[in-house]
Each structure stands twice: as structure tokens, then as C-alpha cells.
């Protein structure tokens, strides 16, 4: 039996690139002391007026940095200190009433957590947006030494990252690393440590293809576009787009404007197309939802494919970017970032064609300032055009990821996550994480 905490009637207050390629190719901040346990509370987060999924809803501790987001089914499992238990969860969602929930009413298990969508006056709107939505932008990402957290931080992330033929899972990566952020004042780029992973790749089932994500967590972490413009709207391509206010809405009560952002129809590069929710007071980038122009196919190919096969044909049908930024403080910082490609491959004298998506996702579960202002040694620091290498040994220990906050898996991944762990017991995957075929 599932318990609702809230419902409606409740008053409270330049291009990131991703690779075919057949090469193959520790410590982290931690919340709780040594002497403190955790307790885990899940539950799903949902619409009130029509039960949908709040997907990427974000909960967080109060007063602290520890936070996690829903699932793409709206499921959340968030991990806290016991001695934090007589505090408050807050969860936010973009155009939704902001919640803040004492943990003594959570369960451990099935919490339901009802939003209330917020509806923005007209009136409101109209006197507020301003005439020119290109100069807004310019002005926004001017601004991020302003409004974005500009210390250097340690950041712990949980990072998962899969590969579908079609529907069905073939890989799945998963792991923690501590982010060194650069101020956002500052052109130095993040520095990322691995901390703990866990791999498993099912060869049998891509076709004579070996297809792996090159770059790792950095795929997610070059999304943070307030940190790395350049990806997106360098100076060259800022003139290549056309910008429109298309509405607004509302995150934490503050009025957002929505920027609809597109390439200009006589640009041949494949550049982006998407909308941008800027607060409008602060002139803060909160979110971003885009996609790449994969009109020309061949263009958008050679983006991304190193190495494939000579008698097939590689190309993407799909590209698509999420970021989130989170306050604290006044301060906003990068917050979740996730990324879709889905590629078509035409294989000569075969009647279908293969189908694969690959995705990956990172979001922040806690940070701090870092004081020392320290980064690890280069040779200690995950390379940005490394291939997370197999192992499938983490799979078989159900409690893995201890009191580091993961994102809830998806059924299908949960689903991948227990095969993996069947064929573990019955030593049907080897030492590399690749499966064992029956004799």
C-alpha cells in the first residue's frame, strides 16, 4: 500500500561528440561520518490532476546539498543521515508548487508525493518579458560569475550510462565520481575522479559491432552550458541562431521566461534547436531542453562516428540535451544533465536494419566548497576520452553503492540489473563483464 504524503488539497510551501569505437580501453566526498548511518526513503513524485510521472522532479535535504532526482517513471530513492531524519525534504519541479515535507512522514518504502501545477498570470507576463530574447541570452550566460557558484567545488555525482538495441539493455555502466568544478568565472576546465564503478556488456547482441560511449561521465558534464558555452553558442554560431519568447512559467515562485532557440535555415551545420527557462529576475539559466538538426544525416555522422564497419552505413536519428541547475543559497550550480542518441545502422545484403540508443545521465547528490582549492594528479583523473572499461563484479553485491545516492533505475535497467546478477550466480559472465555463451 502505497502512502500519499501530498496531494493537490495540501498547502506547503560547440558540439558534445559520442563515438562508435572498438578500442577498449579513489576517493570520494561522503556526507556521512563515520560513526552515522543512513536511512533510504523511496516513493514516486506525480501530477495531481492527472497521476503522470514528474520526471527529473528533484529532493533535496533540507539545508544541505543532498539531493537526488525522479526517474523517467517519476521514481525517486533518496539517502539521508539519521540524524538528519527530524528535518524537511524539499521537491521542486519546473511549473510546480514547491514542496517541503518533514521526513517523520515518510515511509521507507512506496511514498507518493502529489504536485500542484502553478498556473502564471497573463497580466504578470506581459509587463515583464522583454522585447529582444537574443539579448537576454547574451546577458544570461554574461552573467554566470553573478549568479553561479564561483568557488571551486567537490562535487559527488552518480553516473549511469546504456546501450539498447532497440528495447532490450546490452550495456550498462554505472559510477561515482568526484567532480573538481572550476568556478564558472573561470575557463579551467572540471577535473573528474572516478570513485566506484560497475559494468556489464553483452557482446552477443550487438551484431558484429563494437559500440561503446567514448568520453564517459565528461558526455554529461560538457552539457553544463552555463560552464561551457562554447559547446552551444560559441561567439562564431551565436549569430546562426534565431531567439523567441514562447511562454512561461514558474519554478520555486520565481516567474521564468521560456526562450525558444533555432538555426537559422540557411546554416548548413548541423546546430541545435530547443528552449531555454531563464529566471526573470536574476537573468539565471535554471534548465535547457534541446536537440541537434540531424536533417543532413551525413553532416550529423561524422560528428559522431569514428569507426564503423565497411559494409554498413552509421548514421543518427536522434540527439537530444538536458540540463538542470539547482540554488542554494543564491547560488546556482549544475545540477543534472543527460543526454539521447539513437543511430540507425544500414547493414549491405541484410533485409532490417539494427536499431541502438545509448543515453547517459549524471546528477549531483551532494558538493562542497573546496577550500584547499586541490585537484587530483593528472595521471589520477579520468581522461575525457576514455571508454569506461568492463567489469561486472559490482553487480553481484546488492548493496553496492552503500550510502552514496544513485537515480532510481528505470524498470527495464532494474530488470538488466537482476539478469546480470542471475547470470553472475550461475558464472555465465566472465571476469570482463561480457557474456559467457552456453556450450
Not at 269 to 296: F, H, M, Q, R, V
Not at 360 to 375: G, L, P
Request: hydrophobic share 35%.
Amino acid at each position: 500500500m502505497k502512502k500519499k504524503i501530498f496531494n493537490k488539497k495540501t498547502e506547503s510551501k560547440g558540439t558534445l561528440k559520442f563515438w562508435f569505437l572498438s578500442l577498449a580501453l579513489i576517493f570520494g566526498l561522503n556526507i556521512f561520518s563515520q560513526e552515522d548511518s543512513f536511512k533510504e526513503y523511496s516513493g514516486e513524485v506525480y501530477d495531481t490532476d492527472t497521476k503522470k510521472p514528474l520526471i527529473f522532479a528533484t529532493l533535496t535535504l533540507e539545508g544541505t546539498n543532498v539531493s537526488t532526482i525522479t526517474n523517467t517513471e517519476g521514481e525517486f530513492s533518496l539517502k539521508i543521515p539519521e540524524s538528519s531524519t527530524r528535518s524537511h525534504i524539499v521537491v521542486s519541479f519546473l511549473g510546480y508548487k514547491t514542496l517541503r515535507i518533514p521526513i517523520v512522514q515518510f515511509e521507507a518504502e512506496d511514498n507518493e508525493i502529489g504536485m500542484t501545477e502553478l498556473v502564471t498570470k497573463l497580466s504578470e507576463v506581459s509587463l515583464s518579458i522583454p522585447k529582444d530574447a537574443k539579448s537576454l541570452v547574451r546577458e544570461t550566460l554574461k552573467k554566470r560569475g553573478e549568479n553561479y557558484i564561483n568557488s571551486p567545488t567537490v562535487m559527488t555525482a552518480f553516473y549511469r550510462e546504456t546501450i539498447k538495441k532497440r528495447k532490450k539493455n546490452v550495456s550498462l555502466s554505472e559510477a561515482v565520481v568526484n567532480i573538481y568544478k572550476a568556478p564558472y568565472s573561470s575557463n579551467r576546465k572540471d577535473a573528474l575522479k572516478l570513485f566506484k564503478a560497475r559494468k556489464s556488456t553483452d557482446y552477443s547482441k550487438l551484431d558484429t559491432v563494437a559500440l561503446k560511449l567514448q568520453g564517459g561521465p565528461f558526455n554529461a558534464l560538457f552539457v553544463d552550458m552555463v560552464k561551457y558555452p562554447e559547446y552551444i553558442f560559441a561567439d562564431d554560431y551565436f549569430d546562426a541562431y534565431e531567439f523567441s519568447f514562447v511562454n512561461s512559467t514558474r519554478v520555486d515562485d520565481k516567474l521564468i521566461y521560456v526562450v525558444q532557440f533555432d538555426q537559422k535555415p540557411e546554416i548548413i551545420d548541423p546546430l541545435y534547436s530547443g528552449k531555454l527557462y531563464i529566471d526573470a529576475e536574476n537573468k539565471i539559466l535554471t534548465s535547457a531542453i534541446y536537440s541537434l538538426n540531424i536533417t543532413n544525416k551525413n553532416l550529423a555522422a561524422q560528428m559522431f562516428v569514428r569507426k564503423k564497419p565497411r559494409n554498413a552505413e552509421v548514421w543518427p536519428t536522434e540527439v537530444a540535451y538536458r540540463v538542470d541547475y539547482r540554488e542554494r543559497d543564491g547560488k546556482w550550480y549544475y545540477g543534472y544533465s543527460n543526454v539521447l542518441l539513437e543511430f540507425k545502422i544500414d547493414w549491405d545484403k541484410r533485409l532490417f536494419n539494427s536499431v541502438y540508443s545509448m543515453s547517459c545521465e549524471m546528477a549531483i547528490t551532494d558538493w562542497e566548497e573546496n577550500v584547499s582549492k586541490d585537484i587530483p594528479r593528472y595521471r589520477d583523473q579520468i581522461k575525457s576520452d576514455i571508454i569506461l572499461s568492463d567489469e561486472a563484479i559490482g553487480f553481484a553485491d546488492p548493496d553496492f553503492w552503500g550510502e552514496y545516492n544513485i537515480i532510481e533505475p528505470e524498470k527495464s535497467i532494474e530488470s538488466a540489473i537482476k539478469k546480470i546478477q542471475r547470470q553472475l550466480r550461475r558464472g555465465k559472465i566472465d571476469g570482463n563483464g561480457a557474456s559467457v555463451p552456453s556450450r
